[in-house]
């Protein structure tokens, strides 16, 4: 039961839960491969990974390109000779009604949120196959569980995360797979929010929130459990959360 020496990528690292689980893992003894977008936060993110000792490296990624999710997953995969798990962490929220008819923002957000994670399966799969095992991380949400009003989009966005995370446990017996489902923690998310009256609905609604590193330790409890234990679902709420 240990993370140590195990090779993880993340995506969506350079802030929340994907930065928190880097640097949770480092600690634990693996090895991180950590993409994103904003490449600046990933360079100062392993600089500070390097310094206490951890092996870590970093690779511009958008999970929205499927060559680039490719390229990433086979970066991690040939760096370090093979790869022990891939966390599809990358998410946006940028909650409204559907009746403002922000289109453009239900696209992003399946763009994103769905064909992102499909993506990384799909980059990993191939690698899991050769090596015979592997496990694949995804961070969906509490609102995977029930629609709620300005998240009809959203909400279905984490459904099908956890559908298709299910289907692949069931698909492949030497691929663990974990469905991660936080409450409402700390991130950037709800800066995607482009609606006024929802933003400002969601900032109330996140005056009790958990920190990313509660999300990171229970990435971490499913990782570290032995090849044979699979940990198929974590849901993680503040405790005055209803």
């Known amino acids: 039961m240990s993370i140590q020496g195990k090779i993880v990528a993340i995506t969506g690292a350079s ?18 491969v950590v993409g994103a977008r904003r490449t600046v936060r990933l360079e ?19 999970v929205t390109s499927r060559d680039s999710v490719q ?21 946006v929220m940028p909650l409204s009604p559907l009746e403002a008819l922000k289109v453009d ?14 993506y990384g399966i799909a980059a990993a ?8 095992y592997g496990h694949v991380i995804n961070t969906s949400s509490i609102a995977a569980y029930r629609a709620i009003p300005t998240g009809a989009v959203y909400c279905a966005t984490k459904a099908a995360v956890n559908f298709i995370t299910e289907g692949l446990r069931q698909e492949n017996k030497y691929v663990r797979t974990t469905i991660i489902s936080p409450g409402v923690t700390e991130s950037e998310l709800a800066h995607t929010i482009t609606h006024e009256a929802t ?43 209803n």
């Open 199 to 241: 933003a400002k609905f969601i900032d109330d609604y996140r005056k009790t929130i958990i920190p990313a590193d509660a999300i990171a330790r229970a990435i971490a409890y499913a990782i570290e459990q032995p090849d044979g234990i699979d940990v198929n679902e974590i849901v993680v709420r503040p405790t005055a959360a």
């Open 125 to 132: 799969l191939p690698v899991f196959a050769r090596q015979g």
């Open 15 to 32: 802030s929340g839960i994907g930065e928190a689980t880097a640097r949770e893992l480092a600690k634990r003894g693996a090895t991180v």
């Open 44 to 62: 100062k993110l392993v600089a500070d990974l390097r310094a206490q000792g951890a092996t870590a490296e970093f690779t511009a990624l958008d």
């Open 71 to 91: 390229d990433f997953v086979r970066f991690a995969a040939e760096r370090f000779g093979k790869l022990d798990a891939l966390v599809n962490n990358a998410g």
């Open 105 to 118: 923002e239900w696209e992003q957000m399946v763009d994103v949120n769905i064909k992102g994670v499909l």
